[in-house]
């Protein structure tokens, strides 16, 4: 270390493990990361994407200002011309268009950022618009319905007790490539491991022989899609062989025998043949679950986007349900985050309603206020009175992230009127923007977990200051989406500090807290000032200056029992048979019928690779980290394709061309292609990423398979033909 290099500590912002990290820094360049071994939840865990902190950090091709587009280029701008623009843009269209014709996209890296935390409810607010789309329609909506009619609570997200559990199942994830989703453990492969070394058990339901399947005491290939039939067997077995068992939940239960009276046709004979196993492992899955002294069903992107992703959502935590393993030590728990609203008393709430309003083209029902993204193009291009004229987007990258980008691009280039991006890079989606505000590389933002530390798997709490100061000309991205507030409704000078004294004072009066606890509030910022309310208010009563004098984070003890002080049904009550459950059921009963003609996609996920933003960093790139077709080798004799062959992949979106890698890791009938790829597009900025572009898979969907209850769009199970490139 050179004399003038410091160190500070940070969380990583860059998937859901949440590590502590502690950065060396030179001046004001971040000169090299490692895992942080005080920090009290991940204990010095890191991994590659981690450890090229800084080389994201100081990728050139970060945006450095703002850029406003005159006369159809995008030029270089100031932070006010940026928001004078906006602010003379958006409020006529509203105006003469109506709210609607203002959409907004939601990414995925708003769950890593405290601006992305704090104000898109404030945007959304202030836009007043039902055109609102995130990236939860491409990942885990199923999750959030299926806990909004189990738990009346589409956030009551149960999540596996890793570090006590006896038995995990595990179904459509991948913690050693993705980290983990849903459930933020740091070292979650290092937490599997464990559970194997004290003598648990790991089952692993995934078409592809993972890394993560490699672990397992068990793996069964399960043809792609059809988990819910699989899930709905396993929990037949259980009632049938009288295996369930429901404990202390039991008094907490509505709806148990119309449950089971619709699943007793869902035997594991009935099901064996569509999900391409045998009734023997089936039964012998659902007994091992039932006989564990406590265990965990776990469920990730594989259940989820899927055509029955809420189906199997659902039935992951019926299974926990009927082995007495929701909400017990060792089993899936709900955590209690430290900024959660303070628990109220047990009793009846206000329930969980899908479909309280539809998309104007194709009538989708909103779930949890969103309309499927799958659906964002047709709401820009077809004609009519709620069209959306202007969209803003912050923090996502739809064109490579949801079906049918070449669509989307022709919509965003041709039919808006107006469109910004709060986006550090200039990609596939923010080159059609009109203004793009960048935020700051991560150094220099404070970090805290609103949204993980609520599916984390141990209580605790832990902030990151910045760690270096902003540069000249660069904003932080709390100020960045505060102005964005002000601007939609046409201010443009108002102090940012403003929005965040509004948002203050809201809540205190929807805690029916005194006034003048605003005066007491610490905090350098806004978002801080924010953030110790929401401590202060929160179920363990901290503050800001406590988080401040515990850099490496405060541990707040492992998960407890919840139930029923967490219940928000409208019986008080788990209803374990909602009625829009029953109302698909139907559909899954049909599936038992259907076998694919041909081959079924599924995706993948690489350890060094992020959705569809991180191919621009060279240390990360390379390896196994490309975008290949996978295929079995029985498969690719039939197509006439070697290993290395150019393969043609169509689809009812489209079709893309890749290099075949043949593989029998993956089970016979199934192909893997990994997304956010499809780079080097003209007015891209991703110099890096370019050179090696890949393909887009999702240009092979067309967009119109959906699980119809949360509107996520099928990402996986999806029908391909593949033939030798010509
Ligand atoms: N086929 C297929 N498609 C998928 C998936 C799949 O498994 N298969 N997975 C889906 C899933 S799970 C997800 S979550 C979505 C993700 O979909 P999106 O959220 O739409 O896309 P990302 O690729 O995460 O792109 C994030 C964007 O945010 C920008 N960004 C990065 N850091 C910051 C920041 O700090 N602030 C701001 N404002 N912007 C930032 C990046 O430059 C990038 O443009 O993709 C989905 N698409
Ligand atoms: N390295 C890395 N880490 C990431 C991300 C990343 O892009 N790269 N993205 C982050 C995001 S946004 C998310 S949401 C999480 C996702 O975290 P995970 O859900 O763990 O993601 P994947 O690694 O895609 O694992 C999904 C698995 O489902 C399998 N699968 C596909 N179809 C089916 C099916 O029908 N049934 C079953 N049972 N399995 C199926 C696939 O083969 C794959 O192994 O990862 C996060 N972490
Ligand atoms: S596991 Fe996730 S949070 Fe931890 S270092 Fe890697 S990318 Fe960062
Ligand atoms: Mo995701």
Redo the contacts with the bound molecule.
């Keep these: 270390m050179s004399h003038d290099s410091r160190t500070a500590l940070r969380i990583c912002?860059l998937c859901e493990a949440t590590c502590g990290l502690t950065l060396t820094i030179e001046g004001t360049t971040v000169t090299g990361a490692r895992g942080d071994r005080d920090d009290v939840f991940s204990r010095g865990f890191i991994c590659p994407k981690g450890a090229s902190f800084g080389g994201l950090d100081n990728d050139p091709d970060r945006l450095r200002t703002p850029l406003v587009r005159v006369d159809g280029v995008l030029r270089e701008a100031s932070w006010d011309e940026a928001f004078e623009t906006i602010a003379a843009r958006i409020p006529p269209l509203a105006e003469e268009h109506g709210a609607q014709a203002v959409g907004v996209?939601?990414?995925?890296?708003?769950v890593?950022?405290v601006?992305?935390a704090l104000y898109p409810p404030l945007l959304l607010a202030a836009l007043g618009t039902r055109n609102v789309f995130t990236?939860?329609t491409?990942?885990?909506m199923p999750k959030h319905v299926s806990s909004g009619l189990l738990y009346g609570d589409a956030q009551a997200i149960p999540v596996p007790d890793l570090d006590r559990t006896a038995h995990l199942l595990l179904i459509g994830a991948n913690p050693l490539e993705s980290n983990g989703?849903l459930c933020t453990a740091p070292d979650f492969p290092g937490k599997l491991k464990a559970l194997r070394r004290r003598g648990g058990t790991l089952t692993v339901v995934d078409p592809r022989r993972t890394r993560t399947a490699r672990l397992a005491d068990r793996h069964v290939a399960v043809r792609p899609g059809t988990d819910a039939l699989l899930l709905a067997a396993l929990v037949q077995v259980l009632i049938e062989e009288k295996l369930d068992e429901p404990g202390a939940l039991a008094g907490h239960l509505d709806g148990y025998g119309e449950l089971a009276d619709a699943v007793a046709d869902f035997t594991p004979e009935a099901v064996a043949a569509a999900c391409g196993t045998d009734p023997d492992t089936i039964r012998g899955t659902a007994r091992e679950l039932a006989a564990a002294p406590c265990a965990a069903v776990y469920g990730r992107?594989g259940s989820c986007?899927v055509e029955h992703g809420t189906l199997a959502s659902w039935l992951v935590d019926v299974l926990n349900i009927l082995t007495g393993n929701l909400d017990r030590p060792g089993g899936a728990l709900f955590p209690l985050s430290a900024t959660a609203r303070a628990p109220r008393p047990a009793g009846p709430g206000k329930g969980f309603a899908l479909g309280r309003w539809r998309s104007r083209v194709s009538g989708h029902p909103e779930a949890k206020g969103e309309l499927p993204?799958a659906a964002l193009a047709e709401e820009i291009e077809t004609p009519g009175q709620g069209r959306i004229r202007a969209l803003i987007v912050?923090?996502?990258?739809?064109v490579?992230?949801?079906p049918d980008g070449d669509r989307l691009e022709r919509a965003l280039a041709e039919h808006l009127d107006f469109m910004v991006?709060?986006?550090?890079?200039l990609?596939e989606?923010?080159r059609h923007a009109d203004v793009v505000l960048p935020?700051p590389p991560?150094s220099r933002?404070a970090h805290f977990d609103f949204a993980l530390n609520s599916l984390a798997v141990r209580n605790q709490v832990r902030y990151s200051p910045p760690a270096v100061p902003l540069q000249d000309g660069e904003k932080d991205?709390s100020e960045i989406l505060a102005r964005l507030v002000l601007a939609v409704g046409g201010v443009h000078d108002a102090p940012p500090g403003a929005v965040d004294d509004a948002a203050v004072a809201d809540a205190l009066a929807r805690a029916g807290a005194p006034a003048s606890l605003a005066g007491e509030l610490t905090g350098r910022t806004g978002a801080e000032r924010r953030l110790d309310l929401m401590l202060r208010l929160g179920p363990y009563g901290l503050t800001l200056e406590q988080l401040l004098a515990h850099p490496h984070g405060i541990d707040l003890g492992p998960l407890e029992p919840r139930v029923p002080q967490l219940l928000k049904t409208r019986s008080g009550r788990i209803e374990l048979f909602p009625a829009p459950i029953a109302a698909d059921l139907p559909r899954l009963r049909e599936a038992l019928g259907t076998r694919p003609a041909g081959l079924v996609l599924v995706?993948r996920?690489h350890l060094r690779s992020?959705?569809?933003?991180m191919h621009n960093i060279a240390s990360l790139r390379g390896g196994s980290n490309v975008c290949t077709l996978q295929i079995h080798p029985e498969d690719a004799a039939r197509a006439g394709l070697a290993d290395g062959d150019r393969a043609r992949i169509t689809a009812a979106g489209g079709t893309v061309e890749a290099p075949a890698e043949l593989t029998d890791s993956v089970r016979p009938g199934v192909v893997s292609?990994?997304?956010?790829w499809g780079h080097g597009r003209p007015g891209t900025r991703l110099s890096v990423a370019a050179r090696e572009p890949g393909v887009n898979?999702?240009q092979l969907?067309d967009g119109t398979l959906l699980d119809p209850l949360s509107g996520t769009?099928v990402?996986?199970a999806v029908p391909v033909t593949v033939t030798p490139s010509a």
């Design positions: 912002p996209y939601l990414g995925n890296p708003n890593h950022t601006a992305g990236a939860s491409l990942d885990q989703s992107i986007t993204t912050v923090a996502g990258n739809p490579l992230s949801a991006c709060v986006d550090p890079y990609g989606t923010s935020p991560p933002s991205e995706g996920r992020n959705n569809s933003w292609l990994p997304h956010g898979v999702n969907l769009a990402l996986n």
